[in-house]
Each structure stands twice: as structure tokens, then as C-alpha cells.
């Protein structure tokens, strides 16, 4: 199993909708988590730290499954501007070789 | 305040040229590594630091060496590159504990 998966989409979706995408971990021992945006030929930037109670901002809504192992965004109201790829992060240790990075989520946003 | 900066921002290279490539950061950030993006395959460890001296291997080293002689700076060197070094590199910095991590603008290397 590998260690952060996400569906690499693409994810089509007409501007207004609400999108959702889930991402799963592998470690247990998994200590932070992070949703990070990478737009086309840029790099990467956070875009919201994952807390185990959930958190909002603004449009964007992430949430923690501990027991389930999974990581969720949820964008509401999607702009054009939200095209993008979505990165899951994970923390696996708080350690010194940093994070783990799933492969991206393909979000297309259509007019 | 500059973050995270890579130079250069684009090089082209023939098949066993060498080059470095210079990450430099003013965060005062204790770690720092160097990553490669392909498609399909997502961000990839090659080297990392965890504080001037100091450097250790990620998932993808081999055909890489790395120095941290300066707290600021990591440098990502090519001895003698292969078109399979084609990639873009990007630099990150961390802090430690539950922070993120913040990322170079990145260098799009082709070898022909």
C-alpha cells in the first residue's frame, strides 16, 4: 500500500459546484497533515494545514479521519482560479526527512 | 525577505556534463532538501539536511550528491548527468514540529 494515495482525477467540474476529494495514509504513527495547491509548472504552496476537529477557510473545508486513515478537502463555490492539483501531505514522523506527498488531485474547473 | 530561492530557473545539459544546482534560504530554517517532480510520479526525496554538516540520502539519491557547508544554503550537484535527470528540482525548507514546509520557485533541467 502506498504510503499517501489520492485519486489523480481529473476532476471536471462546472463553476458554482462543491467539490470534495479524499486522500488516504498508510502510517498510523502519521502525526500532521496538510493540503498543499500546486498550480501548472509552479511550486507547491500550502494551502491549509488538516486538524483532527476540522477547519474552514473560507470556501475550503478539510477534515481528519484518525480512525479511517483519510484526509478530505472540500471546496465550495468552485472559482476558475481553483483550478489546480491538490497535494495530501503527511507528517509521518514530525521528523527530520520530511513530508510525504501524494501524487495530486487534477481539479479542472469549467466555465 | 526572499524565502526560498533556486538558481538557475532553467538549464539544458548534454548527457555527462556536471552541474549544481544552488538552494538558498533566509528563514533560518534547520532543514532543508531537494526533491524531484516527474509526471505521474509526484514529488520525490533525493537528498536532505537537517543542519549545516549535515546531509542523508532520501529515496532517490543515486547519480546525486548534495553539501550543506552554510546553514542557508543546499547545494544539489550532478557529476555526470543522463537524460533520465531530465526533471524539475525544487528546494524546500522546514522547521521542525508540525510546521510545513516551504518550497523554491524550482529548475527545469533537461539532458540531451
Known amino acids: 500500500r502506498k504510503e499517501v494515495e489520492q485519486d489523480p482525477g481529473p476532476f471536471n467540474v462546472p463553476e458554482g459546484a462543491t467539490v470534495a476529494f479524499n486522500c488516504t495514509y498508510s502510517?498510523?504513527?502519521?502525526?500532521?497533515f496538510f493540503w498543499y495547491r500546486q498550480d501548472c509548472r509552479k511550486e507547491p504552496k500550502l494551502l491549509m494545514s488538516?486538524?483532527?476537529s476540522g477547519n474552514e477557510d473560507g470556501r475550503f473545508t478539510a477534515q481528519l479521519n484518525r480512525a479511517s486513515q483519510y484526509i478530505s478537502l472540500l471546496i465550495r463555490d468552485s472559482k476558475l482560479s481553483d483550478s489546480a492539483t491538490y497535494l495530501c501531505?503527511?507528517?509521518?514522523?514530525?521528523?527530520?526527512?520530511?513530508?510525504?506527498f501524494g501524487k495530486g488531485t487534477h481539479l479542472i474547473i469549467q466555465p | 525577505n526572499a524565502g526560498v530561492t533556486q538558481t538557475p530557473k532553467f538549464r539544458v545539459l548534454k548527457t555527462g556534463q556536471s552541474m549544481t544546482l544552488l538552494c538558498a534560504q533566509d528563514?533560518?530554517?534547520?532543514?532543508m532538501y531537494w526533491y524531484r517532480q516527474d509526471p505521474g510520479m509526484g514529488l520525490r526525496l533525493i537528498h536532505y539536511s537537517v543542519g549545516e554538516g549535515t546531509t542523508a540520502k532520501g529515496e532517490v539519491p543515486d547519480g546525486y550528491n548534495v553539501s550543506r557547508l552554510k546553514k542557508q544554503n543546499f547545494l544539489l550537484g550532478l557529476e555526470s548527468a543522463a537524460p533520465s535527470q531530465t526533471s524539475v528540482y525544487f528546494c524546500a525548507t522546514f522547521s521542525g514540529g508540525a510546521e510545513t514546509q516551504y518550497f523554491g520557485p524550482g529548475t527545469r533541467l533537461l539532458v540531451l
Open positions: 502510517n498510523s504513527a502519521s502525526q500532521s
Open positions: 488538516v486538524y483532527s
Open positions: 528563514m533560518n530554517h534547520e532543514y
Open positions: 501531505v503527511v507528517n509521518r514522523r514530525g521528523g527530520a526527512d520530511g513530508l510525504t
